[in-house]
């Protein structure tokens, strides 16, 4: 049965290769570039003058949407997206799920004397109401009052989504109860945003800007996996799970390192070429490809943008690698660990801060002031990750993440900063040199003046650091490649936002009691730089000594997610999100809960595979396979000869299977008996005794699979799904 999964499978590729792959698609036109966005430009075109400039002052300046030219705005929308073929609209949004949500409504009105007309009206555009009782809300509303609606975000452009023959106007929302309550993760972004934005605006007043806004910029590197789709339709594990939950380590792994950056192969670039085509259009700024370091792994990246726009842009980049791989035969996977043995997928989150006039406030500048100005913001990074370290691990956390992070190959679950040495080097000197500042008429010494010298991107990278200083930006990089962007986002921002509002108040203080603002600083980032500075760690983050020397610091260790998340709803970070009303305790808790819940389907989905895997697929071939060796025996014995190479075969044989179907039942039975008690009982047991038992099923099974012949083996094999392209 492997075998003909194969066979299709190289058939496919042949023919595939043989026809499209000849094809040649043509240069992306930079005119379809945001062809299908109702953008700046078409709003433009297409709105009376008053009602254009009311919808940019909302999106610019985040004044509130005057309901009055909603109807315009919405008429203009319709008519744009019904010439473009559309027939319905959606109000698109991001639950406490994974993924992205939508209810499909049609334009189409019945008029009464058995026609129809198209309608969209205000109303519509600002509100919907999808049935939100089905979707998680961490007990935030009780049946009796499931509804919620989704409000219109004008700072994130409609457009129309193409798929299946049908166009579908998409308008991107966010999710609310009627007790005005969060169900999303757009909202909280949106707030938080807001937040950082007001206290990075108080310390840039004090170096004398004229900024008002400060806007979040992001860019997310997304990794994932290509494999041929007959492999992947022919495994439970990959459709259900989104990962191989069997599966023995192939010969040729990744050991070569022949993949990373090599040549891309045919059926993967024309998917890319065919993916980035539609992201262009949906005005989503993609930019870098290349081959990842596994076996048939890739990257995907695009320019950096306004971090809301950013996390949409993002799911809709995800969306539509998931919808265009069949296109191509082929499989898009985004778990964070497909496959066991070969490096997983993650997804860098870059991120900065820049003014509403142009600047990236974490780029060193050209002069003292200016880099006196950096210095601040980036201490105040820094003070924000070592003080939240809890709070973003959490935001990271998931059932297949935990997988990846720590495990040599994705940056340790231990946050730490790295800095790079000039940078490093700097910060030494005020640490140490700072009270003595005014030797040098008021202004630091030379440990600042020497920074002009600092070159923008700084050129030693260290790929071991969960949180690196890139020259202009800052990389989280334990994101997974699976997860929205939005909850790292959010957390970065709070912990920064709570950072920025300390050091703001202390220099105001300072400045106050008649200090000069040069003097102001280098009180302040000596103090800063002293209390925070263990975060900082510019070695191999995936050494065992780095384990020990961050424990001797005192850092946080969260090896997995049931011990990470309750970070997410400790006293202080309640605080701080009710400090800057980005979240309630109760919205943050509810969040907590579907992540706990999360986890727990999660493993027991993955469980419940294992065993189902296990006894109808694995089990019956070593079956089969026993038998065969078993009669060979006896043929031999009844032919007066003795096999004793076979014998010893058959008996090695009977004591693995047998093996395997006790863990298979042991695995069953630690599912059954769940119990009842709290989620995190239920997280710890999934944790403690799930987990374990898996893994000593998977060693058999994957014992199993070494012995048993490739005709009877049911299951594609990594060799064939990772290196058959
Ligand atoms: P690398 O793989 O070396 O980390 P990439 O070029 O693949 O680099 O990705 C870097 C990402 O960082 C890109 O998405 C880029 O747009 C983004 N980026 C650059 N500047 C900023 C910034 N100021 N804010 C946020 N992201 C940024
Ligand atoms: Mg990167």
């Not at 939100?132 to 809300?137: G, K, N, T, Y």
């Not at 004398?208 to 900024?211: D, I, L, N």
């Not at 964070?336 to 043995?341: L, Q, S």
């Given at each position: 049965m492997g075998s003909a999964v194969l066979r299709e499978a190289i058939s496919a590729i042949r023919d595939w290769s043989l026809t499209e792959g000849k094809e040649s698609r043509g240069p992306h036109a930079a005119?379809?570039?945001?062809?299908?966005v109702f953008d700046g430009a078409v709003q433009q075109k297409r709105l009376p003058t008053p009602v254009y400039h009311a919808l940019r002052r909302t999106i610019?300046?985040?004044?509130?949407?005057?309901?009055?030219?909603a109807d315009a705005i919405a008429g203009a929308m319709k008519d744009w997206a019904v010439e473009h073929g559309a027939t319905h609209y959606t109000h698109w949004f991001q639950p406490l799920t994974g993924i992205t949500a939508e209810k499909h409504d049609s334009f189409l009105s019945p008029n009464g004397d058995g026609k129809a007309v198209l309608e969209f009206s205000g109303k519509e555009l600002i509100k919907g109401e999808p049935d939100?009782?089905?979707?998680?809300?961490g007990g935030m509303r009780s049946t009796f009052e499931a509804r919620g609606y989704t409000a219109w975000d004008p700072t994130s452009p409609p457009w129309l989504l193409y798929s299946g023959g049908a166009v579908t106007l998409v308008i991107p929302t966010a999710f609310v109860s009627w007790?005005?309550?969060?169900?999303?993760?757009?909202t909280p972004l949106l707030r938080s945003m807001e937040a950082l934005s007001k206290q990075a605006v108080r310390v840039l007043k004090l170096f004398?800007?004229?900024?008002e806004r400060v806007i979040t910029t992001c860019g997310p590197e997304q990794e994932y996996f290509l494999i041929d789709q007959y492999f992947y339709l022919s495994r439970p594990d990959l459709i259900n799970?989104?990962?191989?939950?069997f599966g023995a380590k192939p010969p040729?792994?990744?050991?070569?390192?022949?993949?990373?950056?090599g040549a891309i192969a045919d059926r993967a670039m024309a998917f890319m070429s065919a993916v980035e085509t539609e992201l262009y259009k949906v005005g989503v700024p993609v930019k870098t490809r290349h081959n990842e370091v596994a076996p048939s792994q890739y990257e995907i990246a695009p320019v950096f943008e306004n971090a809301n726009l950013a996390t949409d842009h993002q799911m809709m980049t995800m969306e539509t690698m998931r919808r265009t791989a069949p296109n191509y035969g082929l499989a898009c996977l985004l778990h964070?660990?497909?496959?066991?043995?070969v490096n997983g997928s993650g997804k860098h989150l870059n991120w900065s801060i820049g003014d509403d006039e142009g600047h990236n406030l974490l780029s060193p500048g050209a002069n003292t002031h200016d880099n006196l100005q950096f210095l601040v913001f980036c201490a105040a990074v820094l003070r924000a990750v070592n003080k939240w370290q809890g709070l973003l691990r959490a935001s990271i956390a998931s059932a297949g993440n935990d997988h990846r992070?720590?495990?040599?190959?994705?940056?340790?679950?231990i946050l730490s900063v790295f800095l790079g040495d000039m940078l490093t080097d700097i910060f030494d000197q005020i640490e140490k040199g700072g009270a003595k500042s005014t030797k040098h008429g008021g202004t630091l010494d030379t440990g600042v003046m020497?920074?002009?010298?600092?070159?923008?991107?700084?050129?030693?990278?260290?790929?071991?650091?969960?949180?690196?200083?890139?020259g202009n930006k800052f990389e989280?990089?334990?994101?997974?490649?699976?997860?929205?962007i939005a909850y790292p986002n959010i957390a970065l921002n709070m912990a920064v936002t709570e950072s920025l509002d300390y050091m703001a108040t202390e220099l105001e203080k300072a400045i106050k009691g008649g200090k000069k603002l040069e003097t102001a600083v280098a009180d302040l980032l000596p103090k800063v730089i002293k209390e925070?500075?263990?975060?900082i760690f510019n070695g191999n983050n995936y050494s065992k000594e780095w384990e020990k020397e961050a424990g001797k610091r005192g850092?946080?260790?969260?090896?997995?997610t049931v011990d990470a998340l309750p970070q997410l709803i400790a006293k202080d970070v309640v605080a701080i999100f009710e400090k800057y009303k980005v979240l309630n305790e109760r919205e943050l808790h509810a969040r907590y809960e579907v992540m706990v819940e999360t986890y727990n389907k999660t493993v027991n989905v993955e469980g419940q595979l294992m065993v189902l895997m296990a006894n109808r697929y694995i089990l019956p071939a070593a079956l089969d396979y026993q038998k065969q060796v078993a009669q060979s025996v006896a043929a031999v014995k009844a032919a007066g000869a003795q096999s004793i190479e076979g014998k010893k075969t058959l008996d090695g044989l009977i004591k693995l299977i047998d093996e395997f179907k006790r863990r298979t039942d042991k695995l069953q039975k630690v599912l059954e008996h769940e119990?009842?008690?709290s989620a995190e009982k239920h997280a710890k047991h999934f944790r403690d005794a799930v987990i374990p038992a898996m893994s000593v099923l998977r060693d058999a099974g994957d014992a199993l699979e070494l012995i048993i012949p490739h005709e009877l083996w049911p299951l594609a094999t990594y060799r064939e799904m990772l290196f058959i392209k």
């Open positions: 005119e379809s570039f945001g062809s299908l610019t300046q985040g004044e509130p949407l005057d309901p009055s030219v939100a009782s089905s979707f998680p809300s007790t005005g309550e969060t169900l999303d993760k757009k004398g800007s004229t900024a799970a989104g990962r191989t939950l040729k792994g990744q050991e070569l390192e022949d993949q990373y950056f964070e660990k497909p496959f066991a043995g992070l720590g495990a040599n190959e994705a940056p340790p679950a020497v920074l002009p010298k600092l070159p923008r991107d700084a050129g030693d990278r260290n790929r071991t650091s969960p949180f690196a200083f890139t989280f990089r334990g994101v997974s490649s699976n997860q929205s925070n500075k263990r975060i850092l946080l260790n969260l090896k997995n119990g009842s008690g």
